[in-house]
């Protein structure tokens, strides 16, 4: 317990500060903006370059953790978001901070892409749910403090400092992981048992499907490729940009992605982990987490304007109103990843989206009129049957892969993250377009109808045998 209390503190630490940094930058985009003389927009630029680094880099790094050993990949991308944070801090150009901002995605793609696998390395199966909760606490946590700690800094210093914090907290997280976090081996599969990792060894030689594994630098090229032009269509399509190049990008992603995708389809062990998408616990579980971020990216982009636009909150009203749905995970994220083990996924996930899209239902038929309790019972319905969801969830989704493949997991869970988070607030951007002053209260509607769908099909969860930790493993272990 000593040791695992330290290494669950070293990826808390870490996980903490990226996500903190995400939100602490989106507030100081317009003292940025104002400091470098640049305009609003060209500000957008310093969450953009962080977004597509991160993106384009998951399944890359989660993959080099399988290969190389998490626990280095885990510590070089701490070392790279420190000292780009300290470009972050020392830049005085809007290039200089793009390019830093650049590298520290990259740092953070390293952490995001195999954290969830550390806690598989750190907890007991029959106890994976609680470091699932535990982690999915520090996320909501961090989301909390984020706003409040850049309005604390900004009142006393410049926007420089925002970054300069992450760097003594991310320096304590270095300490703890070195001592604390697992020495798990490199993966290198293999067919032949008797000496796996020797390329020596003639069987190796004789037999190509022997030799070590390795990182297929086109893979990497093309997954970025790919990810990388499908959030520069999407990006475009929202913000209006001409419709001939997006066109062009949109058929150049096409056909990157169809010779990526068919380059992954005949790949042993495919940075697209197709070999996992054909677990069907583990294909379901990463559509239902998909569904589950649009619903919830729709609605967090949204609400600041349905309270500002629509009912006149004034902004610091609508940032401590817009507390109450994170505030609520961090009591209830822990609760689920201990129910998780009694109770099955799917039903809790159901559950859950169900009760999270009544949220936002009810959040949707407000009349004129509406107090601060209104909504905040109604975010806090929202923020509960998130957390409800999402613990259970990520256990399944983890859990369902073999050991060896765990990095690959751990990717797919952070990318399709992303995934729903990008074309959430792409859609958002769309309606705002369409609907005009109508956008947030139909983003609410909308973000129902992703949870809705998300909870029919957790249900249909109950009939898959559950990995062995979870409730329903145990038994079908017994029955085998």
């Known amino acids: 317990m000593p040791r695992r209390l330290g290494a669950i503190l070293a990826v808390s630490f870490s996980v903490g500060v990226s996500v903190l940094d ?26 953009n370059a962080y977004q597509i680094a991160t993106m384009v880099s998951l399944l890359a790094l989660s993959a080099l ?9 885990y510590l070089a991308g701490l070392a790279l978001f420190t000292l780009a944070s300290v470009g972050c801090a020392c830049s005085h150009t809007l290039p200089m901070l793009v390019a830093a901002r650049i590298v520290q995605g990259f740092g953070a793609a390293a952490l995001c892409s195999i954290n969830t696998t550390l806690i598989r390395l750190i907890y007991p199966r029959t106890q994976l749910g609680r470091g699932m ?30 970054f300069a914090i992450n760097v003594p907290i991310c320096l304590i997280a270095f300490v703890l992981s070195r001592r604390y976090l697992p020495d798990n081996p490199a993966a290198a599969p293999t067919d032949n048992p008797a000496n796996p990792t020797n390329p020596d060894n003639p069987a190796n030689t004789a037999n190509p499907a022997c030799t070590p594994r390795r990182l297929d630098r086109c893979d990497v090229l093309l997954n970025a490729l790919t990810f990388g032009l499908a959030m ?13 190049l997006v066109l062009s990008a949109a058929v150049v992603a096409a056909a990157v992605g169809t010779c990526y995708v ?12 197709f070999d996992l998408l054909r677990i069907p616990l583990f294909a379901v579980s990463v559509g239902i987490s998909i569904c589950s971020y649009l619903g919830q990216m729709t609605a967090m982009v949204a609400l600041p304007f349905y309270l500002q636009h629509t009912y006149g909150f004034d902004a610091v009203r609508t940032g401590l109103l817009l507390t109450a749905w994170p505030a609520v995970i961090v009591v209830v994220a822990p609760l689920a990843g201990w129910l998780v083990e009694r109770v099955h996924a799917g039903l809790l ?54 050991p060896e493949r765990s990095g690959a997991a751990s990717g797919m869970l952070a990318t399709a ?38 909870a029919a099909v957790s249900f249909s969860r109950l009939g898959l045998p559950l990995p062995e930790g979870l409730r329903g493993g145990r038994k079908r272990a017994g029955r085998e």
Request: charged share 10%.
């Open 133 to 162: 909760g535990i982690n999915a606490t520090v996320v909501a946590l961090s989301s909390v403090a984020g706003p409040t700690v850049a309005a604390a800094i900004l009142s006393v210093a410049s926007w420089e400092a925002l």
């Open 262 to 273: 068919r380059r992954q389809l005949r790949e042993r062990y495919p940075l697209l982990p």
């Open 65 to 73: 953790g399988e290969i190389a050993g998490y626990r280095k990949v």
């Open 232 to 244: 520069a269509v999407v990006g475009g399509l929202t913000h209006g940009a001409d419709g001939r």
């Open 22 to 47: 995400g939100t602490i930058a989106n507030v100081a985009l317009p003292t940025i903006a104002h400091d470098l003389t640049i305009s609003e927009a060209a500000s957008i630029w310093v969450v």
């Open 417 to 454: 993250r992303l995934v729903g988070q990008t074309v959430g607030a792409a859609m958002m951007a769309l309606l705002f377009h369409v609907l005009d002053e109508g956008a947030p209260r139909a983003a609410m509607y909308l973000a129902a109808a992703f949870a809705l769908t998300g």
């Open 349 to 402: 996930g159901g559950i859950g989206l169900a009760v999270m899209a009544a949220g936002a239902l009810l959040l949707a038929l407000l009349p004129a009129g509406a107090s601060e309790m209104d909504f905040v019972s109604r975010m806090a319905l929202c923020g509960a049957g998130f957390a409800l969801f999402q613990s259970p969830n990520n256990s399944v989704l983890i859990a369902s892969a073999l």
